[in-house]
């Protein structure tokens, strides 16, 4: 396997030149203010910079004589690729404008394997309109780059993306082929695409007859009805492809399907664990099915035994409870091979644009029909950093070359040494059907590999199990019951430092208080910890005497230590804090669309308490001090700020 791209190198910024042409061109073009309509305009000129270019011809600098030859290289286009342009299609610029876009244009390698002038066209001029639509999200280079490099289409291999977009997989398959010797046509016919969406799947002939400067096999259709969009089946074949490659849509409220439809699905089906802890499938359909979830058999069908399936899905399709199941047809299916979860910063393509839902890449084979003896160990990597902020702009920092080399290293047989950008898991090692990288991070278990001697390693579950520790959730009033009284509502931003915020946001009423009184029981001494959310996960607060008359949200848990003279609270607050723990936090807290969620990994956190009994009782003796000290100092400020309105 060989990684041909290197993201690291500095790429033109392409994007900032088609930023330039669109809002040149939205104050001078007059009829063609839309993006679409800007788009179509500058993608015309792009390919006949292209033709130019290739052709290695001069264009002349003087205006009218520009704007006759851009012209005459439109015919020529017409001619080579006529299912990328209309007939009727013609340069609508007038002289001076062209000269400008021309300009800009000269300033671009249009060649280079490191750009995606249509990507980036495309993502500048429409992608603030079409972001989002049906759950189509523009896949970003970076993450092309990585999963083209994962599947590694080589010369003679039939390549098919069956929910490709504008054709950003396909135009990078086929320049990736044209660069390995295969003539230009030939790469155009050995890439497949398609999509619902007929103006996406015209940018995708264009991807990839940019590339190619030949007619390319996209079709506009439905891939999970294969039909295409004149009613009639898509005129391509079901399976046998060497590669599949997709960023399926993905969004739970998308209606993928139709009843007819899904049940030709099995994971169109509702499945229930057994009594051997495996899933079956049931006759029952499931109601409202995930895109994503459908799309990912559609896959898995479309490659041949041996092949080779790229995919991007999101983190909560691989960890999420409600998707066990679709883990278990993967590995019914298919090897895993490669599992590499993605910064949310990925689809951010502005700072309001795009989406922060965080995704994986994956890379699967297709199970042979004889079952192999042994399963290949998993590729993980987590990378933090992808090449651009959470703002959609391009940053230096980027992962992702360090782990497509860890991966390579892998693949050939030299695991390199495990570290968060690439380790191996082995397939019996993955736990609940959860393949989210950071729920393996191997720091963790090296952490806690160092304190065994040194600390008893327990987890919750088993110090509830033990009954020395009871955990219970909080509860929503819903925003009408805001205000209603003084009793403060406790939400996760009201955790801080161990303690509650001496003013939080929202309080409650007396009658909603006690109507949940009795259920939620505080007491002091339960410890307050966040579940769901963000950065805050795991935060947590001491309740003391003065804090007991209190509602808390769902999102926070309730840790009642019920056994004080075997497990301190106060030594319990310290554990949750430490390194350790926080470690474990980061890597079983899993996304779930936009939100974070430890949910009931809680119990599988490994609490490493010191067998010494004298440092626990000083661990012990510090946290009561510092909360005995806050707690007075939080209630001398509530005093003085009493004190300013008392009349004497």
Known sequence: MSFETDSSVHVPETRAVFTRLRNFLAGRLVGATRDAALLDEVLRCVFCRALTVRSGEAAPDEAGALLGFYRAQ??????????????????????????EVDRELRTLDLD?????????????????????????????????????????????????????????????????????????????????????????AGLARAHVGLVTMAPARVYC??????????????????????????????????????????QTFALGHVWRRGPDDRWQRTTRLQRGVAPQVLFVERLLALARPGGRVGLVLPESLISGKSYRHVVQYMFEQADLRAVIGMPEELFKTSGKGGTHTKVCLMLLTRREPAPASERPAIFMAEAAWCGKDSRGRSIDRDELPEIG????????????AASRLGHAVPPEAVRGNVLAPRYYDPRVAAILAG????????????????????????????????????????????????????????????????????????????????????????????????????????????????????????????VLGSEPVRKQIEAKRFTQDIIDSLGDRVGELVLPLPRDPAQRARIAAMVEASIRERVASRERARAACLEVARVD
């Open 112 to 200: 280079d394997p490191r750009c995606d002038p249509i990507g980036d066209a495309y993502e500048v001029f429409t992608a603030a309109a079409a972001r989002g639509v049906e759950g189509q999200f523009f896949t970003p280079q970076t993450a092309v780059r990585m999963l083209v490099d994962l599947v590694d289409p080589r010369p003679g291999e039939r390549v098919i993306d069956p929910a490709c977009g504008a054709g950003g997989f396909l135009s990078h398959t086929a320049r990736r082929l044209v660069a390995r010797g295969v003539a230009p046509a030939e790469a155009a016919r050995s890439v497949v695409g398609i999509d619902k969406d007929r103006y996406l």
């Open 451 to 574: 304190l065994q001697h040194t600390h008893e390693l327990v987890t919750i579950q088993q110090l509830v199990d033990d009954g020395i520790l009871g955990i219970t959730s909080g509860h929503e009033v819903g925003k009408l019951a805001y205000g209603g009284g003084d009793v403060p509502f406790v939400r996760t931003s009201d955790l801080s430092n161990w303690e509650l915020k001496l003013d939080p946001k929202h309080c409650v009423g007396e009658a909603v208080y006690e109507a949940l009184r009795a259920k939620q029981d505080v007491r002091a001494g339960d410890i307050l910890m966040v579940r769901d959310g963000t950065y805050l996960i795991g935060t947590c607060a001491f309740i003391t005497e003065h804090d007991t008359r209190i509602v808390f949200q769902s999102h926070l848990l309730k840790l009642r230590v019920h056994r004080p003279e075997l497990l301190s609270p106060y030594l319990l607050l310290a």
């Open 74 to 99: 439109l015919a020529r286009l017409k001619a080579l690729i006529p299912d990328v342009f209309a007939e009727g299609a013609q340069i609508g610029l007038d002289a001076a404008t062209l000269q």
């Open 221 to 262: 259709g439905d891939a999970l009805a294969w039909q295409a969009d004149d009613g009639g089946p898509i005129a391509c074949e079901q399976g046998g492809f060497d590669v599949v490659l997709a960023n399926p849509p993905f969004g739970a409220k998308i209606v993928a399907a139709s009843v007819e439809v899904q």
């Open 405 to 416: 080399d860890r991966f390579r290293q892998h693949a050939a047989g030299s695991p390199p």
